[in-house]
């Protein structure tokens, strides 16, 4: 366990001083900043709008974050020899790879919890009166899309076992596209009878090979937050759980991919 | 069993463009306990290559490789070995002393004063607390020989330690090379220092393309030296008389420097010389160096050809014809 850590440690250590995610980020906050001037031009509700957009602001960089920075974990280690001394170690290889996934999660922990204090801080200014469940309300996305990113992550770990950093940046990309656009489409094809039974299998299993990215946007409840879930509780944690068990899958295949590289 | 590695047959083959490609050939290698190993060969040899099969970095195509006793890249036999890397690099981020701590922690060490300890010991006592990414390449060396004693190990692999060093880190650094050997420890060092291996390596192996040209220890590889005989106020006639195939000699302005091998005695010269009224300045005995034995081991391939076995070619032995005639 300790060789993880310490793998990982150093690898947030490194992470987030890499010059064009420290850019990307800088993108990204300086959207939620002047994101309130933005609304101002919108008819609809200044509030809503505000929401889902800075939201979505948070969203798609943490997830260019996400392939950026995993994508050249592997690479980078080959590249420099750096993992040569450190196999020449008591370390294993799951545990090397383990380590950098889990530094990059930390990584990328650290750079949406900078980006969601800015959007609490934006909001703060804008409505002085927003009490903290408003907070509450607001930091709930961003926790979403964290478990949303850590998925994406081991996606793009997998793939650095095998794939060049540039094909795996299409890879993932892809997978991330297909997994928040097509899947809802895809569940429910898989689940509707009246369809051609290949069809019908075809989509089931694109369904299960790439993660529902979709159902992690849970800005909907907040933008309605009348129209409160009955159980949130259990929903996160069903998402946390289906999360779970999907990164422990790419990590795993990813391990053993591993294991018999030559680097 | 007293052997620190040992590999049977190993070999390593590559797909290329153009076909498979060997890169190690049925290599048998023999390293015992507590010497210092020597591993040669020109750029591209397979030296990098054999080192990571033994790390277990790589594996063997086929063949055998054995490290401290178990398979190479069994994860038990790496608390007692380390590494160095050829060109290391290291998280630029990270201090000395940081980075040294890392790697400590990855074999489950938390003393930091072991860590200080042996960045003193290689002489970044001042420097330990600065970035590495403001460390002259010297510097990072010395990392790379302080991380690599964390685990006090038993076997070191030291890939070109001294590569791009200035003479002084050079010095420092081969006489740490030979405390380690003081110390109980196998090192095992590819280089293409000769003089360096040649000065400190029991034994050596010498690899052309991958296979082994020689192997074994400096002392039987190396016999077949020379004997140099200098001497001032000689006569032309006794060139004349000493000629012979294996011998070289120049005479200019009356000073001859002979160079004969050390199978023949030089008393016989120097008896005549002293006889014709010359005065001896010197008997050198000239060990074959290490540098002749590399040269000859991968000859043949691209190398000039006068240089190979240290004879002299053809046109050497007319240039110094030339200096005979000048001087008379
Ligand atoms: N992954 C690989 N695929 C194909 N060929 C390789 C691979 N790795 C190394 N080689 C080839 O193996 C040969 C030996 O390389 P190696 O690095 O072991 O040489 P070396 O003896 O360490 O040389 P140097 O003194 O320059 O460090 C080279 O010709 C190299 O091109
Ligand atoms: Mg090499």
Redo the contacts with the bound molecule.
Sequence with gaps: MNVILSIAKTTIGEAIRRRVLLIILLIGVLFLVIAPGLSVLSARSSYTVLVSFTLGVIQLTSAVIAIVLTVYLLPNEVERRTIYTILSKPVYRWQFLLGKYLGAVGALGLMMALMTGILVLVFKIMQAEAGMDVVMTLARAPMMYFVQMSLLAAVAMFFSTFASPIVNFFLTGGVYLVGTLFSPVFQDIAGNNSVNAMVKTAATVIHTLVPNFAQFNVQNTIINSGSQLRSEQMYYLQLVAYAFAYVAVFLIGGMMIFDRK?V | MNLAIETKKLTKT?K?SSGM?S?VKDLDLEVEKGEIFGFL??????????IKILLGIIDGTSGEANVLGRPAGDIESHKRLSYLP?KPYYYEHMTGLEITQFYASLFGIKDKDLCVNLLNRVNLGNDYNRPISQYSKGMQQRVGLAQSLLNDPELLFLD?PTGGLDPIAHIEIRDLILKFRDEGRTVFI?S?ELSDVERICDRVAIINKGEMVHQGRLDDLLSGGRIEVTADGVAENLVDKFKGDDMTLSLRAGRLIADLPDTMSPNEMIDAIRTGGGSVVSVIPRRKRLEDLFLESVSGDNLAKGRVTGKMTDDDKKADVKEEEVSS
């Design positions: 030559e | 590559y290329t490609q890169v060969g020109p750029n591209g040899a397979g030296k990098t290559t054999t050829e070109e590819s293409h």
